[in-house]
């Protein structure tokens, strides 16, 4: 499948891949943030402006072509790291480390100004774009995995900016349908709720219970 | 309100600072996509960390503290560039430039190897992202604007990276709530459905035909 590649990589140069991509993803995500709030005068951007774009450059030498993708290695080990909400090499997702407990998918994260949609709040559409990563991993989780069909998001309150989590966990499954529902939680209050439904791709049903790994992605 | 400011800047002020910052963010949206799909080793990597480490402490000299927020000036101009989807200085927006007409919001973007989901594909969280804030502006733009409520998504098939149209005009108005529909688009072919239903805040209603302009943001 495009976009899926298989590297003979072992766990340890996948560690140390990690060690080498992913501090330099969190010193970006420092730098996007510092962009958002920044208020220093033409000179001192002009030199900033400098120092980025020989980063950038320098970062070019050797690059992959069009997309991070999806790459496995030979012991079926899956690593989306340019994921933009779980991706550790992606400056623009936050990112979420999602884990597991008694059938509950729950990140907690703290995001900063760049995620801001009305004054102090969290942007609604970055609520969604997290509740969609975390419902489609629950189902992953539970055995159930799929790609979106249908996502609701019913904003209850205001999310502001800062520590919040975001969970969710599998409601039921209909035939190649798995239905998730989720919350945003701040301080012990929800402040939005989601409902997804996630539904097994056509080319992997009646395959039996083991589909090829490849195409259990998250439904995201 | 927390987080809106007003500030006596002139058009000619106002537009100095967007020459200014937005290069900034547009520059540091190439190092994250850079970020997402460098392969060089271990001591380019050292080099590009002391160089974005040095640029983020130049701009975090003088800056703001907390968020960007809604800024205002005395001739009732609106300036939300920290927006995490259309801020001109938020590296984490694409941004998207949504244009208006005939009833229709729309934007059309190229979206690079940061807002991947699966493979090749953009994120349907992304997608949600940029719909709820296309939808909202449609709602304003139509002077029926809302906080969003509900935010309905269907995927009906993927959205590969690259380029694509998000677009959206009030369906109707029931009330205080504001029904909005909108697409993705991709050469013609509809890719994502979305609804979103817009609730004029209570501290606005009854307010009369001309509620004060800084309750009258996007339902972002």
């Known amino acids: 499948m495009r976009g899926h590649t298989m590297e003979d990589l072992t766990p340890e140069q996948i560690a140390a891949a990690a060690d080498l991509y992913g501090p330099l993803a969190h010193r970006v995500r420092e730098l996007v943030a510092a962009t958002v709030l920044t208020e220093v005068d033409a000179p001192d951007v002009a030199k900033a402006l400098e120092l980025i774009a ?35 090499r992606n400056p623009v997702a936050p990112p979420l480390e999602i884990r597991h407990a008694d059938g509950l998918a729950f990140a907690d994260v703290t995001l900063g100004p760049q995620y801001e949609g009305p004054p102090t709040l969290v942007h609604g559409g970055v609520i969604a774009l997290m ?13 159930v995995p799929g790609m979106t069909g249908t996502l609701t998001v019913r904003y209850r309150k205001g999310t502001p900016l800062g520590a919040l989590r975001v969970q969710a966990r599998v409601d039921r499954v209909e035939g190649v349908k798995t239905f998730v529902t989720g919350e945003i939680v701040v301080d012990e209050a929800v402040c939005v ?20 790994p490849e195409l259990l992605a998250p439904g995201d």
Chains 1, 2 share one sequence.
């Open 54 to 88: 020989e980063a950038t450059a320098l970062l070019q030498t050797k690059a992959l072509d069009d997309s991070f993708g999806v790459r496995w290695n030979s012991e079926g080990k899956r690593r989306t790291w340019g994921n933009a909400v779980v991706g550790l």
């Open 131 to 143: 509740l969609d990563q975390v419902l489609g991993d629950a189902a992953v989780e539970a055995g």
């Open 193 to 212: 709720e989601a409902e997804g439904i996630f539904i097994l791709p056509k080319e992997v049903r009646g395959l039996g219970d083991s589909p090829p």
